[in-house]
């Protein structure tokens, strides 16, 4: 029997050595399985392997700049433009006579090229975007007309925004500024639309970054993020308590961003973009480069105006909406928005006559920004107004509300406080209406 116990125990022993060794291998096989999973997860969620077009370019730019700058190199190598053989030359080198050319290594270059060297091939681009907001009315904004050749003047004044005649308040805080200010404010946004030395208008460079001129860079709501943000146009702020922005910032990672342009539907967006809205090719909706092809109301101005074309603009607009939301969504949005503009107008109308009195018995001086009142009276439209606009069409609750509408009827009663104290130290009686009267004061 002790035998026939040693020989069962050792059989055990060797019976729980395999099955350990069988339940080890599998382990180790599940968990290579594991790693090869992740893996091609990982390389399927990076795309496809990038390819640079310059790896083996004997260039003679190439060349040197690999050395002086190789990251700019490194960039165009991977962009589309490097693929289908456009060289350096092809963008920067000039004729010695060229307006802006600088001399380089024997021939002679623009350090930046030009809106005329991108029209070479993109002639309808450069089309839509001169007829656009963000041409000259950019530049126009901080600048005024003044210095603008005839050819200039009248492009600018073809223009919805240039025919219209959009208050120029923001000049004079250019000046007050000073250049020292501005070359890092205003105008780092604003001189998208500044005419070049050429007689060109504008720096495509300032949405499509160089050099690798990327379209997933392009269209990321990010890019327009570095003009379109704070208190007097905060469509960057709105965007993100939007619900398209929240898809965006929750989803946009698995979103199709180098899809073919004039392709794009809801299986590449699920959700609006800055991009998708105004710019891109959408459903049934072509893709353009004049960012007000689609809006119905100057939203900018003090007291907003319909476009001259707003009723086509508005079938443009709401073609990108119906590819998401039903007519119903879509039209009774665009009523309550209207209705929602009106009020916000009629508020800035209150403002202008609250003050109007100063005005009438020569109280207010002709200096700009030279007291209290002059900036609350802009504030009232520049900052809140807009904003109370912008955040109603984006959809953005708060910035619609406490830093839009809140804002404009805080400032209301201030200027009307301000305006009587003036009236008053002049010996006048207070001529400022009195504001409508409502039983709910519920917030």
Request: net charge negative; charged share 20%; aromatic share 10%.
């Amino acid at each position: 029997m002790a035998e026939e116990s040693k020989r069962r125990f050792a059989w055990l022993t060797a019976a729980r050595v395999l099955v350990l060794g069988l339940v080890g291998v599998i382990l180790v096989l599940g968990l290579v399985l594991i790693i090869i999973a992740v893996g091609e997860s990982d390389e399927a969620a990076e795309g496809p392997e990038r390819v640079n077009a310059l790896a083996d370019s004997d260039n003679r730019c190439v060349v040197c700049h690999r050395r002086s700058t190789p990251g700019i190199v490194q960039q165009y190598g991977y962009s589309t433009m490097a693929a289908a053989n456009v060289k350096c030359e092809d963008c920067h080198e000039v004729k010695a006579d060229y307006p802006g050319a600088v001399e380089h290594e024997g021939t002679y270059v623009l350090r930046s090229p030009t809106t005329a060297m991108c029209e070479t091939c993109h002639k309808q681009e450069v089309k839509e975007f001169y007829a656009s907001r963000h041409s000259l009315p950019a530049y126009v904004a901080y600048n005024g007309t003044a210095g603008l050749s005839e050819d200039l003047l009248a492009q600018y004044q073809a223009i919805p925004e240039g025919s219209f005649a959009p208050d120029k308040s923001r000049n004079a805080l250019h000046a007050l500024e000073g250049e020292a200010i501005t070359h890092f404010a205003c105008e780092t946004c604003h001189n998208i639309g500044k005419p070049a030395a050429d007689g060109s208008v504008g720096q495509c460079q300032k949405c499509h970054l160089r050099h690798e001129f990327s379209l997933e860079q392009a269209r990321k709501p990010e890019t327009c993020n570095a003009c379109h943000i704070g208190p007097d146009h905060p469509q960057w702020e709105i965007y993100q308590e939007s619900p398209h922005g929240i898809a965006y910032m929750t989803m946009g990672h698995n979103w199709n961003w180098e899809a073919e342009p004039g392709t794009l539907s809801v299986e590449d967006f699920p959700a609006a973009t800055c991009a998708i809205c105004h710019m891109s090719g959408f459903g049934n909706t072509g893709t353009t480069h004049d960012v007000g092809e689609r809006l119905t109301w100057y939203l900018f101005a003090p007291i907003s105006e319909r476009r001259p074309a707003w009723e086509s603009n508005k079938v443009r607009m709401q073609a990108v909406c119906l590819e998401c939301h039903n007519d119903n969504f879509v039209n009774d949005f665009y009523t309550a928005a209207d209705a929602a503009t009106e009020a916000v107008n009629a508020w800035v109308q209150e403002s202008n006559e609250i003050i109007q009195p100063l005005k009438d018995n020569g109280l207010l001086t002709d200096a700009p920004f030279d007291e209290p009142i002059d900036f609350v009276y802009f504030e009232l439209w520049h900052h809140w107004g807009r904003t109370a606009k912008f955040g109603v069409w984006m959809q953005g609750p708060d910035y619609t509300q406490w830093h839009g509408a809140y804002e404009v009827l805080a400032d209301l009663a201030e200027l009307r406080e301000m305006v009587a104290e003036k009236l008053a130290q002049a010996g006048l009686s207070s001529e400022a209406p009195e504001p409508e009267t409502t039983t709910d004061t519920g917030g």
